[in-house]
């Protein structure tokens, strides 16, 4: 197991080294400034997830992203490796379902691709911190069907991962309220069975 957990985390970190150096790709995006939008609250709710996620439709949706200004993106977080998978980020008792943080880049596309199966089975819902246009945007909509997407143009949800030490993507706040990106990790014990790597979903 200790083996294992080195292999992802290499994976991972050869996988950040390689895009922090492609050209273009440290280029900042303007964070939006309209504030984050809870649709329902139950007294438990973490604003834009999972309610707000029913917005973002599906790739075949034209209207799904309608009042959605690209590029959005934050400068919060960035694309990199967990400091350490299991730190708290949020309050267990706001957790409805597993919620996944990614951008529409080639790092959490892979991941997203690689943890498909195990979020699919959790019922996650995912937020895109990051998108440079409605074609990247749709394209991770396409690889994380069935489960749903929401645009963050917020800023609500980087500050609280940033401000609790956990300011990358991709990564997974579990209904713990801990933040993950190894997911075998977030899941043992639960039955989940094991990552499938979806293939051509994401050569685009």
């Not at 749903?148 to 579990?174: C, F, K």
Request: glycine share 10%.
């Amino acid at each position: 197991m200790r083996c294992r957990v080195m292999s992802v985390s290499c994976v991972l970190a050869i996988l950040v080294s390689q895009l922090m150096a492609a050209p273009g790709f440290a280029q900042g995006l303007q964070p939006m400034d309209t504030p984050p939008a809870v649709l329902y609250d139950s007294g438990r709710s973490v604003p834009l997830a999972p309610y707000l996620a029913q917005l973002a439709g599906d790739a075949e949706d034209s209207g799904a992203l309608a009042g959605v200004q690209f590029p959005f993106g934050t400068k919060q977080l960035r694309s990199a490796v967990l400091a350490k998978d299991g730190m708290p980020v949020f309050n267990a008792a706001w957790m409805t379902q597993p919620t996944f943080v990614v951008a529409a880049d080639e790092l959490s596309m892979r991941w997203l691709a690689f943890n498909h199966a195990r979020l699919v089975q959790a019922q996650a819902v995912g937020i895109v911190v990051r998108a440079g246009s409605v074609t990247a945007y749709r394209a991770l909509q396409r690889l994380a069907a069935p489960m749903r997407l929401a645009p963050d143009t917020g800023g609500w949800l980087s500050e609280q991962l940033a401000a609790a030490g956990a300011g990358v993507y991709p990564l997974l706040v579990h209904t713990d309220g801990r933040a993950y990106q190894i997911l075998f990790q977030a899941f043992e014990g639960e039955g989940a069975g094991v990552g499938q790597h979806r293939t051509g979903d994401h050569d685009e």
